[in-house]
């Protein structure tokens, strides 16, 4: 199986990494370091692409001299996961799933930053998800559990009924993104009704450890 992973260079998504590997995955890793750091999947073999604007001809070289990739080499691009070399690369079909950790976390920071974060996570993430739409299996998003503001139900069912009063602007994105992702085309008339039957349910991160989270 062939994944890109967003954000692979995060607590969360270079542990990911590791396990996606050591399965057997050939994994491409997009993080702009942002938030991540290299080292943290240094203990991998790792092959450096300098800019994502070169993935496409990268691929489009491996094929023509008939070579594949090996599977226990990681290939990491220094960008962010929105560049337009990324997304050809998705809609070229190179990836059977991707995992997209990628985001501004912290409920603090949309709060006080929310123009910025509201573009990272909202606007790029939907770029991604258009590229995603009869290009991939499957897309494995990480949401979060602010969704629900603060629910007192615990352990809190996927249907709980959100606080809407409760939700920050975090929790807000990670809403929207929800609704692009479950809803049916008929519910929204919005952007992405035609993504409807392609993506996936979320994954909610809940209860991470390390640095980072």
């Known amino acids: 199986m062939r994944a890109l992973v967003t954000g692979g260079c995060g607590f969360i998504g270079s542990n990911l990494v590791k ?7 050939t994994v491409d890793v997009v993080d702009n370091l942002s938030g991540g750091t290299e080292e943290s999947i240094s203990e991998l073999k790792i092959r450096r692409m300098p800019m994502a604007s070169l993935l496409p001809q990268f691929y489009y070289n491996l094929d023509k001299i ?18 337009l070399g990324v997304l050809a690369a998705i809609r070229d079909k190179r990836y059977d799933i991707v995992f997209h950790q990628a985001a501004v976390p912290r409920v603090s920071y949309s709060v006080e930053n929310p123009a910025e974060t509201t573009f990272e996570n909202i ?5 991604l998800f258009e590229a995603c739409h009869d290009s991939v299996k499957r897309v494995v998003w990480a949401s979060s559990s602010s969704v629900y503001g603060g629910a007192e139900t615990l352990p809190t069912p996927e249907d709980h009924q959100k606080d809407l009063l409760k939700i920050l602007h975090y929790a807000i ?12 085309a008929d519910e929204r008339q919005l952007v992405l009704d ?11 991160d809940v209860g991470e450890y390390g640095e980072g989270c």
């Open 19 to 25: 396990r996606l590997v050591s399965e057997g995955w």
């Open 123 to 127: 606007t790029k993430t939907v770029s």
């Open 194 to 204: 035609e993504l409807a039957s392609n993506l996936p349910k979320d994954l909610l």
């Open 66 to 83: 008939g070579q594949k990739r090996d599977p226990g080499e990681v290939l990491f691009i220094p960008s962010d996961f929105s560049d």
């Open 173 to 184: 994105i990670q809403l929207h993104i929800h609704q692009k992702d479950n809803e049916s």
